[in-house]
């Protein structure tokens, strides 16, 4: 890699820029990651979330390095209907679909309840099991992620930096994203619905029809928002005997 890139500033700012974008697009693999690190059993929970976010950083340093391979990606290989579909196009898709499956199940289990939970023959998913679906989805968060590299800055080195620093803020902040789903039920319901949108953006993504990312995420960040003055005003009106203990990490065993 040429390192002749440290002394411009028009590096820098791209290095910044960057490094924020990816920190953003990086939030959805850490709720996608939290959420299905709850399917493991509690004391392998922190496990789970930090190989599935060092897999999802490794997943985006490699492609990185495969920029050519995924050029490729974007050429034409069959028309249906009037549109050409790429291996980006069908990746994406494949994605969307999966995540809009994944998301609707987990909202489906958290209203219905899960018949295997209601007649007690319920059991914690294989870690395994979980992790190959980690990294499924990483493929296709990281796609996304790597185009949007390549379409930022001209340096791999400003890249590859840009990408383990988001990819170490996504490792850090994973616990407290997990704490905070696990101890409220709505901010997960909130969770899962912004993993439905995303789900619904990518597969419009792959038929050609692009959604601007700032439309979505301003919808996002404002229930965000909303959320948060609704966890404000339950706390102000509990009673402070009812409100418990603080949860622990997601990785530790309760009683």
């Not at 069908?90 to 219905?112: A, D, P, Q, W, Y």
């Not at 959604?211 to 339950?234: H, P, T, W």
């Amino acid at each position: 890699m040429d390192w002749n890139w440290i002394s411009s500033p028009e590096a820098w700012i791209a290095l910044f820029t960057l490094t924020t974008l990816e920190i953003v697009l990086g939030l959805d693999n850490i709720i996608f990651v939290a959420i299905l690190a709850e399917r493991v059993k509690v004391e392998s929970r922190a496990k789970a979330r930090q190989i599935g976010l060092t897999i999802a950083v490794g997943v985006r340093v490699a492609l990185l390095f495969s920029i050519v391979w995924i050029m490729k990606l974007t050429a034409p290989l069959f028309s249906l209907m009037g549109h050409e579909f790429s291996g980006r196009d069908l990746i994406l898709i494949g994605g969307g679909m999966f995540l809009m499956f994944k998301s609707t199940r987990e909202i489906h289990v958290k209203l219905e309840g899960d018949e295997k939970a209601r007649t007690g023959t319920a059991v914690a998913a294989t870690f395994s099991s979980v992790l190959i679906q980690i990294i499924l989805l990483d493929i296709v968060f990281s796609l996304d992620s790597v185009i949007t590299a390549v379409g930022v800055a001209d340096e791999l080195a400003v890249m590859v930096i840009a990408v383990v620093i988001a990819g170490a803020f996504m490792v850090v902040a994973a616990g407290t994203v997990s704490r905070i789903v696990d101890a409220h039920p709505t901010v997960k319901m909130l969770a899962l619905s912004f993993l439905l949108l995303i789900g619904m953006t990518l597969v419009a993504e792959g038929m050609g029809q692009h959604i601007q990312k700032g439309y979505v995420y301003f919808a996002m960040g404002f229930s965000v928002f909303v959320e948060m003055l609704n966890l404000r005003v339950k706390a102000k009106r509990e009673p402070v005997h009812l409100r418990g203990p603080s949860l622990p990490d997601s990785g530790e065993a309760t009683e």
